[in-house]
């Protein structure tokens, strides 16, 4: 069974940072491209950041700059390091696992909050 379990959401004030975590379990971690994607109330889900089996990263224009995407293939973990965090970035952050050739995730985790007070 697939797993996908996020951590390290929570409230912080605009200008600091969060680093949250993704740890998977039951799939093949190095195989699948690793993507963090975010719903704000009311919006749709959205890319925020991906990595591939081969690190390569991709970002949303909105984080360029501010959020660094990494996975460590030992620990089948992936994180995002965000840093001056805007109330904007408020929303619920989902990691998601996605086999090839897929551009929607396989696998979803079930959603860790960020909120960013003004």
């Known amino acids: 069974q697939v797993q996908l379990v996020e951590s390290g959401g929570g409230l912080v004030q605009t200008g600091g940072s969060l680093r949250l975590s993704c740890a998977a379990s039951g799939l093949t971690f190095g195989a699948y491209r690793m993507g963090w994607y975010r719903q704000a109330p009311g919006k749709e889900r959205e890319l925020v950041a991906a990595i591939t089996s081969g690190g390569s990263t991709n970002y949303a224009d909105s984080v360029k700059g501010r959020f660094t995407i990494a996975r460590d293939n030992a620990k089948n973990t992936v994180y995002l390091q965000m840093n001056s965090l805007k109330p904007e970035d408020t929303a619920v952050y989902y990691c998601?696992?996605?086999?090839?050739?897929?551009?929607?995730?396989?696998?979803w985790g079930q959603g860790t909050q960020v909120t960013v007070s003004s």
């Open positions: 998601g696992a996605s086999g090839p050739m897929r551009s929607i995730p396989n696998y």
